[in-house]
């Protein structure tokens, strides 16, 4: 669908019936929905953007700030003819939904952060993080498997627990001559206008739809400390103090959004991967399922 005049952006359908529910990523295309969005269509009808600079849609040099971004989600809903729809977006793509929200509250039934209701622009950590140099070692993981996008598919999820579909995999890298996979297609230049030259404050007073936030949260002290080689005290206090900042600044973002939306609904899932919609499917569809019943009559 054209945007902007002449920028042409990647718009997945994947049908079902019910409200309609558009699906945002940050730099990851909408492919990144292709297992998760058909779980969705018994209940709502599905879509998702590829946003500008990534995948299958144009990459101008110009045009990544949030409120064009924005603006190129209301000309797709305007092309699609959606007049009310629920807004989904992960991580950075929160910027998106919260502008949106802001301007266009009479064209949402509400909107649903995944782990993207947060402040970029926070300057510090209270209490501040740790220097990086105290910290220990994260503990190495096996090597993913590149000899072909299938493998590396299968060696994600034997590791992490989870992996993008093939698709997303296929959109961010080059495929070699040989099946494997190939250097990265994403441009650096545009993957930092996006999530970092774009970084705004969010202003949450202003959206007048109700509101969905699921978080991933650290989960217990010591099941975090599992994940890194300790070598010694100062390094297991160091990897504390990390904990604690990184929980302080969850809190804070959280109690940012009560603060401009009271009624919000606010989910935490310990030790949630932030693609949480792949690492934690079913609570994801569950929550999003839930809200939506409450959306009835909008």
Same mark, same amino acid.
């Given at each position: 669908?054209?945007?902007?005049?002449?920028?042409?952006?990647?718009?997945?359908?994947?049908?079902?019936?019910?409200?309609?529910?558009?699906?945002?990523?940050?730099?990851?295309?909408?492919?990144?929905?292709?297992?998760?969005?058909?779980?969705?269509?018994?209940?709502?009808?599905?879509?998702?953007?590829?946003?500008?600079?990534?995948?299958?849609?144009?990459?101008?040099?110009?045009?990544?700030?949030?409120?064009?971004?924005?603006?190129?989600?209301?000309?797709?809903?305007?092309?699609?003819?959606?007049?009310?729809?629920?807004?989904?977006?992960?991580?950075?793509?929160?910027?998106?939904?919260?502008?949106?929200?802001?301007?266009?509250?009479?064209?949402?039934?509400?909107?649903?952060?995944?782990?993207?209701?947060?402040?970029?622009?926070?300057? /510090?950590?209270?209490?501040?993080?740790?220097?990086?140099?105290?910290?220990?070692?994260?503990?190495?993981?096996? /090597?993913?498997?590149?000899?072909?996008?299938?493998?590396?598919?299968?060696?994600?999820?034997?590791?992490?627990?989870?992996?993008?579909?093939?698709?997303?995999?296929?959109?961010?890298?080059?495929?070699?001559?040989?099946?494997?996979?190939?250097?990265?297609?994403?441009?650096?230049?545009?993957?930092?206008?996006?999530?970092?030259?774009?970084?705004?404050?969010?202003?949450?007073?202003?959206?007048?739809?109700?509101?969905? /936030?699921?978080?991933?949260?650290?989960?217990?002290?010591?099941?975090?400390?599992?994940?890194?080689?300790?070598?010694?005290?100062?390094?297991?206090?160091?990897?504390?103090?990390?904990?604690?900042?990184?929980?302080?600044?969850?809190?804070?973002?959280?109690?940012?959004?009560?603060?401009?939306?009271?009624?919000?609904?606010?989910?935490?899932?310990?030790?949630?991967?932030?693609?949480?919609?792949?690492?934690?499917?079913?609570?994801?569809?569950?929550?999003?399922?839930?809200?939506?019943?409450?959306?009835?009559?909008?």
């Amino acid at each position: 669908m054209t945007v902007d005049s002449s920028v042409r952006l990647e718009v997945l359908d994947w049908g079902g019936s019910g409200q309609p529910i558009v699906l945002l990523g940050c730099y990851l295309t909408a492919h990144v929905h292709d297992e998760f969005a058909p779980k969705l269509t018994n209940q709502f009808h599905v879509y998702g953007i590829t946003r500008r600079g990534i995948g299958g849609s144009d990459k101008p040099t110009t045009g990544y700030t949030v409120q064009r971004s924005a603006n190129d989600v209301l000309e797709v809903l305007d092309s699609l003819n959606l007049q009310k729809s629920l807004l989904v977006g992960t991580s950075c793509a929160g910027q998106i939904l919260t502008l949106f929200a802001s301007q266009h509250s009479d064209r949402l039934n509400g909107v649903v952060y995944i782990d993207g209701a947060s402040d970029p622009t926070t300057p /510090a950590y209270d209490p501040p993080m740790p220097d990086p140099t105290t910290l220990p070692r994260p503990t190495r993981e096996p /090597a993913p498997d590149y000899t072909s996008f299938e493998a590396l598919r299968h060696s994600r999820q034997r590791d992490q627990g989870f992996s993008f579909p093939e698709a997303e995999l296929r959109q961010q890298s080059a495929v070699n001559s040989d099946g494997s996979v190939g250097r990265s297609l994403m441009s650096l230049e545009i993957r930092r206008a996006i999530t970092v030259d774009a970084r705004i404050k969010p202003d949450y007073s202003r959206i007048r739809v109700p509101v969905l /936030a699921i978080y991933q949260s650290q989960g217990p002290f010591e099941k975090v400390a599992a994940s890194y080689t300790i070598r010694n005290e100062q390094e297991r206090a160091a990897l504390r103090q990390q904990d604690a900042a990184t929980r302080a600044m969850y809190r804070r973002w959280q109690d940012d959004l009560r603060a401009a939306v009271p009624a919000a609904r606010i989910v935490e899932l310990p030790a949630a991967n932030p693609f949480m919609f792949l690492s934690n499917e079913a609570d994801v569809l569950r929550e999003i399922r839930a809200f939506a019943g409450t959306l009835t009559g909008r």
